[in-house]
C-alpha cells in the first residue's frame, strides 16, 4: 500500500515570490507521483507527473517538482506565483506494479497567494 | 473534445434512501475511477473499472457499489445513505489504468444526505 503525506495544510505567499509545496510518500514498490491541482467548484486537473527518466519534471503553468527517491519527496516548486495559482494542490502516489496502480492522494495543501 | 461529464451536479437525498451517480468519460477512455472527497477525510479513491471489469477497489463498505458499461460510461450506486456519506463524489477517465497516466476529472456531484 501507498500513502501521502503534504506537510503543509495551508501556504500563503506573496504574489511573485517563489513557492514550494512539500510532498513525502511511503511505498514499499516503485511508484508513480504526480500533483494536481483544484480550483474553486472545479475538479482536479493534472500538473505534472512522474513515471521515470529525468527526476526533474516540468508541468503546466510554471510548476515543476523534483523526485527524490532517497528522501521519499516529491516537492513542487514555482519560482514566482501569480494571484491565478490561488487553489488547492494535491500530491498523489500509485503504485508501479500490477494491483497497486491506483492514485493515493494527500490531504491537500490550500496556496494563498497575498498581492 | 468534450471533458468527463458528472450527472447530476448536486443530489439531495434522505437518510435510507439510495443514489445512482452517473460519469461519462472522454471518447476513447476505458478507465473509469471515483474518489469521495470530504473536509474530514481528503481525496479517497471508491473504485476504478477498466473495459467493463473492476480492476481495484478502495476500503469502502459494500453499499458502494458500481459498473461500466461497453461504452466505457459509469454509474455509482450508494444503498442506505448515512449522514457521512455527504460529499462531493469525483469520477476521473483515463487512457489506460488509473495509476499510470493522466487522469481527467469531472466536476463533480455534491451529495447532501439529510
Known sequence: ?115 | KAGVTQTPRYLIKTRGQQVTLSCSPISGHRSVSWYQQTPGQGLQFLFEYFSETQRNKGNFPGRFSGRQFSNSRSEMNVSTLELGDSALYLCASSLGVVGNTEAFFGQGTRLTVV
Open chain 1, 1 to 115: 500500500a501507498q500513502s501521502v503525506t503534504q506537510l503543509d495544510s495551508q501556504v500563503p505567499v506573496f504574489e511573485e515570490a517563489p513557492v514550494e509545496l512539500r510532498c513525502n510518500y511511503s511505498s514499499s514498490v516503485s511508484v508513480y507521483l504526480f500533483w494536481y491541482v483544484q480550483y474553486p467548484n472545479q475538479g482536479l486537473q493534472l500538473l505534472l507527473k512522474y513515471l521515470s527518466g529525468s527526476t526533474l519534471v516540468k508541468g503546466i503553468n510554471g510548476f515543476e517538482a523534483e523526485f527524490n527517491k532517497s528522501q521519499t519527496s516529491f516537492h513542487l516548486r514555482k519560482p514566482s506565483v501569480h494571484i491565478s495559482d490561488t487553489a488547492e494542490y494535491f500530491c498523489a502516489v500509485s503504485g508501479s506494479n500490477f494491483g497497486n496502480e491506483k492514485l493515493t492522494f494527500g490531504t491537500g495543501t490550500r496556496l494563498t497567494i497575498i498581492p
